[in-house]
T-cell receptor, first 116, second 116 residues
Framework: SQQGEEDPQALSIQEGENATMNCSYKTSINNLQWYRQNSGRGLVHLILIRSNEREKHSGRLRVTLDTSKKSSSLLITASRAADTASYFCATELSNAGGTSYGKLTFGQGTILTVHP | EAGVTQSPTHLIKTRGQQATLRCSPISGHTSVYWYQQALGLGLQFLLWYDEGEERNRGNFPPRFSGRQFPNYSSELNVNALELEDSALYLC???????????????FGEGSRLTVL
C-alpha cells in the first residue's frame, strides 16, 4: 500500500475559505514534501519539511508534521480559484547508512476545487 | 533557465511495440527520476539515475528500462507494451549531493503514452 495517504480524497470550497488536507504515512521518514498538480500536467513542489521540523510556512501555505502520529497537514489560507488542483504528499526514506533511496513515495492525492 | 523537458508530449503505440521517452534535466542537476502516473493509481516510482548510474528501481518488470547519458539527460524504454502501460510518464530532476535527502524534485510536464 502507499506510504502516504491523503485525506480527504476530494475537497470543494468557496474562494476565501481555508483548505486543509491531511497526509498519513507508515514508516519513519527523512522528510515529507507537498506537491501540486494541475490537471494532467507535471507536479510543482510546494514545500519540504524535515523530520526534525514541526511547522513550516510559505506564503499562504502552512505545513505541520507530527512524527509521533506519522501525519502531516497542508493548510492553504484564503483560497483562490487558481488553487484548484490535486495536492500530493510524498515521503522519503533513507537506508541504514543514511543515504537516500532516491525514491519519493506519493499518496493518492487530494483533489481541491475552489469555486469563485 | 529552462526547466525539465520531456519528449514526446504524446505517444500512441500498439500492444507489443516499444516506446522510448526522453528527458532533459535542469542544467546542473545530475539526478533524474522517472515516475508512472496511471489513472487511479497515483505516482509510482520507476527509476532513479545519478551520475550516469542506475541507483534505484521501483517494482516494475524488466521490460521497463532506461539509461542516463553523459550530459545527464535520460531515456526510458518500455518494451513489449501492454494496455496497462498507458499512463502519464513523469521525469524529474534534482540537485542530489548524497546524504539522506534528494530534496525538491523538479518535474517535467510528462509524456502521455497510450497503448491500443
Amino acid at each position: 500500500s502507499q506510504q502516504g495517504e491523503e485525506d480527504p480524497q476530494a475537497l470543494s470550497i468557496q474562494e476565501g475559505e481555508n483548505a486543509t488536507m491531511n497526509c498519513s504515512y507508515k514508516t519513519s521518514i527523512n522528510n515529507l514534501q507537498w506537491y501540486r498538480q494541475n490537471s494532467g500536467r507535471g507536479l510543482v513542489h510546494l514545500i519540504l519539511i524535515r523530520s526534525n521540523e514541526r511547522e513550516k510556512h510559505s506564503g499562504r501555505l502552512r505545513v505541520t508534521l507530527d512524527t509521533s502520529k506519522k501525519s502531516s497537514s497542508l493548510l492553504i489560507t484564503a483560497s483562490r480559484a487558481a488553487d484548484t488542483a490535486s495536492y500530493f504528499c510524498a515521503t522519503e526514506l533513507s537506508n541504514a547508512g543514511g543515504t537516500s533511496y532516491g525514491k519519493l513515495t506519493f499518496g493518492q492525492g487530494t483533489i481541491l476545487t475552489v469555486h469563485p | 533557465e529552462a526547466g525539465v523537458t520531456q519528449s514526446p508530449t504524446h505517444l500512441i503505440k500498439t500492444r507489443g511495440q516499444q516506446a522510448t521517452l526522453r528527458c532533459s534535466p535542469i542544467s546542473g542537476h545530475t539526478s533524474v527520476y522517472w515516475y508512472q502516473q496511471a489513472l487511479g493509481l497515483g505516482l509510482q516510482f520507476l527509476l532513479w539515475y545519478d551520475e550516469g548510474e542506475e541507483r534505484n528501481r521501483g517494482n516494475f518488470p524488466p521490460r521497463f528500462s532506461g539509461r542516463q547519458f553523459p550530459n545527464y539527460s535520460s531515456e526510458l524504454n518500455v518494451n513489449a507494451l501492454e494496455l496497462e502501460d498507458s499512463a502519464l510518464y513523469l521525469c524529474a530532476s534534482s540537485l542530489f549531493r548524497g546524504g539522506p535527502n534528494t530534496g525538491e524534485l523538479f518535474f517535467g510536464e510528462g509524456s502521455r503514452l497510450t497503448v491500443l
